[in-house]
């Protein structure tokens, strides 16, 4: 089992950029896909984007492509998640989430983080 804990959330202008960052425990963490899930206020939870445990698979949601990178550090147990050119209708909770199977693309979650606000004004 994995433990996560999402920080970097924060408010931003259009156009600007924040960076998530996602920090798990557990010593099979290497192992695990890793993903990135948001929810906006009265919408459901959607993928954003996933990668393999060793990067070399990455896949993301078509609203995302080109704005978003998704990237991990095995050995601090991070991943990240950079996002660029933000726009309001990014504005969500955004998640951490992880699979032991190790699947990135589709990535299907099985443990999550508690979720780190990301407001995009407009």
């Known amino acids: 089992q994995v433990q996560l804990v999402e920080s970097g959330g924060g408010l931003v202008q259009t156009g600007g950029s924040l960076r998530l960052s996602c920090a798990a425990s557990?010593?099979?963490?290497?192992?695990?896909?890793m993903g990135w899930f948001r929810q906006a206020p009265g919408k459901e939870r959607e993928f954003v984007a996933a990668?393999?445990?060793?990067?070399?698979?990455?896949s993301y949601a078509d609203s995302v492509k080109g704005r978003f990178t998704i990237s991990r550090d095995n050995a601090k147990n991070m991943v990240f998640l950079q996002m660029n050119s933000l726009k309001p209708e990014d504005t969500a909770v955004y998640y951490c989430?992880?699979?032991?199977?190790?699947?990135?693309?589709?990535?299907?979650?099985?443990?999550w983080g508690q979720g780190t606000q990301v407001t995009v004004s407009s």
């Open positions: 989430a992880a699979d032991p199977h190790n699947r990135a693309a589709p990535f299907i979650a099985t443990y």
């Open positions: 557990g010593r099979t963490f290497s192992y695990y896909a």
């Open positions: 990668i393999s445990w060793s990067s070399t698979v990455t």
